[in-house]
C-alpha cells in the first residue's frame, strides 16, 4: 500500500467510521505534483479484470 500522508489518513479514519466504502479500488496513483498542479488515481471500475 502506499504510503499516506497525513490528511489522507485523517480523512479516510473519518470516512470509515461513518461508514462510507469506497466506490472501486484504487490499482495505482500519482500524487500531487505542484510543478504540474495535477495528480492521477486509476481505478478498477465496473467489468474490470
Request: charged share 20%; no cysteine; net charge negative.
Amino acid at each position: 500500500m502506499p504510503t499516506r500522508d497525513a490528511v489522507d489518513v485523517a480523512l479516510l479514519s473519518a470516512a470509515a467510521r461513518h461508514g462510507a466504502q469506497p466506490a472501486e479500488a484504487r490499482t495505482a496513483n500519482r500524487p500531487f505534483d505542484a510543478d504540474t498542479w495535477s495528480m492521477a488515481v486509476v481505478t478498477a471500475g465496473a467489468g474490470a479484470g
